[in-house]
């Protein structure tokens, strides 16, 4: 569904580094943006009082929730759909090129304090985590229906936990008894695993490793940023907020590479191409002031590269 204006503006995240990534963005007034992570409205709302009359933006989300937080403005529209639509709906809305690009991969805190979405340990409620919830994998489906072996593969991958091959044996003993549907029943299952002084660092890689697998997340990212290459015009900003290391990890080797593995290619000269410049050679990260007022923000980065004019 594809909405354009609306009404509301409830806002349900605190987003991180607000003035750092609008500001690397370098906004040309009459210019043509995109939020590809729409949310709660913030940064799409800093981006829109920094554009002119002609300025246009173009938001992104798939979560049905963020559509209560459109801004009612003739510059703005709203795309629901997942980001790794990207190219196809920005020339369905007549827009071959843009000028800059804004990703905040972080989940939004509205996610984390809704029981029912089941993002989170520290509530009670059906292990769904969902970012659409028009699709048909939920969390508990995954631990329902994985074998051993892929139950491994993911904590490691997407949790980085070292004791993923342990785990995913837990999960496979216990729903030979009983069904593994609510948050509760993940929790007892990860309790063994769980030593005092790393216990909400262990709970939160789990979580965070069966959300990944749930919505997608490392192919969506990939899929985006190919297609923010495309669409950026020479001299276009593209600033990306990230929350882990598996993100971050894939955004720098994109930006200093152009892939995702980090190879340098080289030409004749022996000079290294990428299509990007980077803004800021060390990774923005908030300042202390900000992560008291906003706790949340304390594991985001910041990078900014500027597609090479040629």
């Not at 009612?72 to 997942?82: E, L, S």
């Not at 843009?98 to 989170?120: C, K, P, Q, Y």
């Amino acid at each position: 569904m594809v909405l354009n204006g609306g009404q509301g503006e409830v806002v349900y995240h605190t987003p991180a580094l607000l003035d750092e990534s609008v500001d690397g963005l370098n906004i040309c007034p009459n210019g043509v943006y995109v939020d590809v992570t729409f949310g709660g409205g913030g940064h799409s709302r800093e981006i829109l009082n920094r554009l002119g009359e002609k300025g246009r933006l173009i938001a992104f989300d798939q979560d049905e929730d963020a559509v209560r937080n459109i801004s009612a403005d003739p510059r703005f529209t709203f795309v629901h759909t997942n980001f790794r639509f990207l190219k196809n709906f920005l020339r369905y809305h007549g827009v071959e090129a843009v000028d800059g690009l804004l990703a905040d991969l972080g989940v939004s805190s509205h996610h984390f304090d809704i029981s029912e979405r089941g993002f989170s340990f520290r509530f009670q409620g059906e292990l769904d985590m969902r970012m659409n919830r028009q699709a048909q994998k939920r969390a508990s489906d995954i631990l329902r229906e994985y074998d051993e072996g892929q139950l491994a593969e993911l904590f490691f991958r997407y949790g980085e936990l070292r004791n993923a091959r342990q785990i995913a044996s837990a999960v496979v003993r216990y729903r030979k008894d009983k069904q593994i549907r609510e948050t509760d029943d993940l929790l007892a299952i990860l309790e063994p695993f769980t030593r005092r002084e790393k216990e909400k660092k262990t709970l939160a890689q789990a979580f965070q490793a069966l959300r990944i697998e749930v919505n997608g997340e490392m192919d969506a990212l990939k899929e985006m940023l190919l297609q923010a290459l495309r669409v950026l015009k020479p001299g276009g900003r593209l600033c990306v907020i990230s929350y882990h290391s598996l993100e971050d990890r894939l955004v720098k080797n994109f930006f200093k590479t152009a892939n995702f593995e980090g190879e340098l290619i080289r030409d004749f000269y022996g000079n290294v191409e990428t299509p990007f410049t980077m803004v800021n050679r060390k990774v923005i990260v908030p300042s202390e002031e900000e992560q008291q007022r906003n706790p949340r923000s304390r594991s985001a980065k910041l990078r900014i590269a500027e597609k090479v004019d040629r």
